[in-house]
């Protein structure tokens, strides 16, 4: 079974999101990440980053005890980026991505972790373009949250891929561009 025969089995097609359907808003990042020349792993992490649920989603696809379900769909290295993305504690970690070595406290397991410069990178490729997506697809969530994730992006600019980081700009801007 690959990715989307996965996310579609497990109900990605019926749950709503900001632009249509979680599945709708997984390919659109998946898209986004392609069209940012990031490696097949990363774009694939983005097309499934929310199967274990995320601190902002926590409406869960998979069980973490499928995680070899989902390696089976997308490889171990995709699977992994899944896995630290949907573990990420936001409050705790996001205030730390200005570091150049951030502890990622991951709250499936309670433990702080350490992603390598790849890592890092592709998480903070995956969150661009997911909050990017968010944001354009749900004007009341850009309205509200434009400064804040303009804040957190610039805070992650040392990770950020350079597509990545223009597409931040042109969507979050300055604060007060809104």
């Not at 499934?48 to 089976?72: C, M, N, S, V």
Request: glycine residues 12%.
């Amino acid at each position: 079974m690959d990715a989307r025969e996965l996310l579609e089995a497990r109900g990605a097609g019926e749950l709503p999101h900001p632009g249509g359907t979680l599945l709708a808003h997984l390919e659109r990042v998946h898209t986004t990440l392609r069209a940012w020349a990031e490696p097949d792993h990363v774009a694939l992490a983005g097309l499934t980053h929310a199967a274990y649920g995320t601190d902002g989603f926590p409406q869960a696809l998979l069980d973490l005890t499928e995680r070899e379900l989902l390696r089976a769909a997308v490889g171990k290295a995709a699977e992994q980026l899944v896995f630290v993305y949907g573990g990420c504690d936001r409050g705790v970690v996001y205030p730390r991505l200005g570091e150049p070595s951030p502890a990622f406290h991951n709250r499936f397991t309670g433990r702080d972790d350490h992603l390598d410069g790849p890592g890092l990178r592709a998480f903070a490729a995956i969150t661009a373009a997911n909050e990017i997506d968010v944001a354009t697809h749900n004007p009341e969530v850009l309205a509200r949250h434009r400064d804040g994730l303009w804040t957190l992006f610039g805070r992650m600019r040392r990770h950020l891929p350079d597509p990545a980081w223009q597409a931040c700009v042109s969507t979050f801007g300055p604060p007060g561009a809104g």
